[in-house]
């Protein structure tokens, strides 16, 4: 039995040490690539000195909670009474700061101060993961590997300008880093140094962090002055067809259409543009996005980040819950039945993509177009009663 048992602990420790060397080696092959990019060779060892691919990188690749988690459960998660208490706590500690960046770049602080919370919980969780291990795990194993690469390489050039050192280069499985979690791409592209030390290091200086959020939002064309959107009520007998991103109108004709704030107040700037969103379908809230809602996005493609974002700002600002309360009925999908809708969805020529579980724009658009088939209301929200009618048409 001993010498079973230790045989065993020989063939795990054989197979660790393969692995180790196979992925010393994929180090050992990027170097050309990185050198290309201008990476010095002695800024590259270091960087990799000791590292190995990062177990829990892989893990969390396959599970974003934006996609995974009913909207209503991660908005509400987001949007906690603890994230309110200490967003009203960092907006009074850093009121100078916040007014120098509002100032500069025109973004709200709100908006500022709530991406901070959403991200990092206000700094309190800059994340576990060595950078450059975690971007090197998913190019090493194939996950995300075009991205990790590119993503690998820029986190490199940060090493080397000096901008942080290696031990606080902390940040998400992906590869988000600072305060605000900003990937290597948009971090070289948008971050900046407000605190005037000549580094930009959204890690350890919060001035660099905000800044480079607002910043960011204001070259992705945050408008001034402008809200995200509205919670709405909608006619019984609304057209199918409204719903949807895409789907774009000025708010006055939304109002001609029946469509109404849900305090009752008139909408501001009539000619303003917005889509009806119904994340949970017409039993749950239902909003009206506007361009900064869109803005939004470009940090996090997910509506249900946008909307947490958006309402957490609002929330901060005083505004008080959503009128309407979110679904709470079994119409939910679990992981299992999210992968059999898209296989569904699949067989019927609605949708081209992965079958893995995660509803994001492909399987929404699936499934508004399986809605606009069916004569149903075209919300895109995947219910149980929705994988229902496919099952009995596959």
């Given at each position: ?66 996609y995974k988690r009913p909207v209503g459960e991660y908005v509400d998660r987001l949007v906690s009474d603890k994230r309110l208490q200490t ?308």
């Amino acid at each position: 039995m001993l010498a079973s048992l230790f045989a065993v602990s020989l063939l795990g420790s054989t197979v660790q040490a393969s692995a180790a060397q196979s992925f010393q080696a994929w180090v050992e092959s990027f170097w050309p690539t990185a050198q290309a990019a201008g990476i010095r060779r002695d800024v590259y060892v270091s960087a990799f000195q000791g590292v190995s691919p990062d177990a829990e990188v892989i893990e969390s690749a396959t599970y974003q909670p934006e996609y995974k988690r009913p909207v209503g459960e991660y908005v509400d998660r987001l949007v906690s009474d603890k994230r309110l208490q200490t967003g009203h706590e960092m907006l009074i500690q850093h009121k100078p700061l916040l007014d120098a960046i509002e100032n500069k770049y025109g973004v709200d602080r709100h908006i500022v101060v709530a991406i901070w919370g959403v991200e990092t919980s206000y700094g309190d969780n800059l994340g576990e993961h060595y950078v450059i291990a975690a971007l090197a795990t998913l190019a090493y194993r194939g996950v995300k590997a075009k991205f990790a690469r590119q993503q690998l390489i820029q986190a490199l050039k940060i090493l080397q300008r000096g901008d942080v050192s290696r031990q606080y280069m902390s940040g998400s499985w992906a590869g988000a880093m600072g305060h605000t979690q900003f990937i290597p791409t948009t971090y070289q592209a948008y971050a900046v140094d407000f605190d005037g030390d000549g580094r930009r290091n959204i890690w350890q200086s919060l001035p660099d962090a905000l800044g480079s959020t607002a910043a960011y939002l204001k070259v992705s064309g945050w408008r001034p002055g402008h809200t995200w959107g509205y919670e709405v009520t909608v006619p019984s007998n609304m057209n199918t067809s409204a719903y949807g991103a895409k789907n774009l109108k000025t708010l006055s004709t939304w109002e001609r259409m029946g469509v109404r704030r849900i305090n009752g107040a008139p909408f501001p700037r009539p000619n303003d543009q917005a889509a009806l969103f119904a994340p949970e379908g017409k039993n749950g809230p239902i909003f009206l996005t506007l361009h900064n809602f869109r803005v939004i996005l470009r940090y996090n493609q997910a509506p249900s980040y946008a909307l947490a974002v958006g309402h957490l700002a609002d929330r901060l600002m005083g505004y008080g819950p959503f009128a309407h309360s979110w679904p709470t009925d079994e119409n939910h999908l679990s992981l299992e039945q999210r992968k059999e809708l898209q296989t569904r969805l699949l067989h019927v020529g609605l949708l081209d993509g992965e079958v893995d579980g995660v509803i994001g724009p492909a399987t929404l658009s699936a499934v508004k177009a399986y809605q606009r088939q069916k004569g149903l209301n075209v919300d895109g929200f995947p219910s149980m009663t929705l994988l229902k009618m496919l099952r009995a048409d596959t």
